[in-house]
């Protein structure tokens, strides 16, 4: 698993409330990234990191912003969540010939 | 649009048989392409990464082929068991420089083993 944790693991909330979804490598890679996966559709990059403090935008990127204040952490967070992002997310880390690694998910479910 | 197909969206069958997967890709530029596989309630997990210069590899039971020309993969699993049954996702990299990295994702074949 390349010492991906995930957490939470599962969420309930509320449409309108903010929400923050935690990755944690222990591997000290450079590359860190936030894919969605629903039904019907492949695995869908939202945000990535190439560095502390240095992010950048995906293909579903609208109502998601990260941050990156050190190289094991990447957050994720909903500012104002809505039952459009009821999914379950994954972060995933760039390794040694551009393997990627995923972390275990977290299935969130907007009300 | 870079997109990868895959087919079939779903597939039975008994332990023991053989099966193969496909998928078709438009990216360009190239650089690699994966397969993975996800058992229900977990992350995907690679399997084989091929370049364009590789046109099979093998994990296991598990052979890829790739051929370039054609745009085509496939994920061939052979002597399949219980413990086969997952979604296979194909996935192709695209690399064009300047830091730019690019990952497509298929939306994945289901397999289901049954005894």
């Known amino acids: 698993d390349a010492g991906i944790t995930q957490s939470p693991r599962h969420k309930v909330t509320e449409t309108g409330t903010p929400v923050t979804l935690r990755c944690h490598q222990t591997?000290?890679?450079?590359?860190m990234y936030w894919y969605r996966q629903d039904p019907g559709h492949g695995l869908r990059l939202i945000h990535y990191s190439y560095g502390v403090k240095d992010t950048d935008k995906g293909e579903v990127s609208d109502g998601y912003s990260v941050s990156r204040s050190k190289t094991e952490d990447f957050l994720l967070t909903l500012e104002s969540a809505t039952s459009s992002q009821t999914s379950v997310y994954f972060c995933a880390i760039r390794a040694s010939g551009d393997e990627q690694f995923f972390g275990p998910g977290t299935r969130l479910t907007v009300l | 649009k870079n997109q990868v197909e895959q087919s079939p969206q779903s597939l039975i069958i008994l332990e023991g048989k053989n099966c193969t997967l496909q998928c078709n890709y438009t990216v360009s530029p190239f650089s690699n392409l994966r397969w993975y596989k996800q058992d229900t309630g977990r992350g995907p997990v690679s399997l084989t990464i091929m370049t364009f210069s590789e046109n099979t590899k093998s994990n296991g039971r598990y052979t890829a082929t790739l051929d370039a020309d054609t745009k085509q993969s496939s994920l061939h699993i052979t002597a399949s068991q219980l413990s086969d049954s997952a979604s296979y996702i194909c996935?192709?990299?695209?690399?064009?420089?300047?830091?730019?990295?690019?990952?497509?994702f298929g939306k994945g074949t289901k397999l289901s083993v049954i005894p």
């Open positions: 591997e000290n890679h450079r590359y």
């Open positions: 996935v192709v990299g695209s690399n064009s420089g300047a830091g730019s990295y690019q990952l497509t």
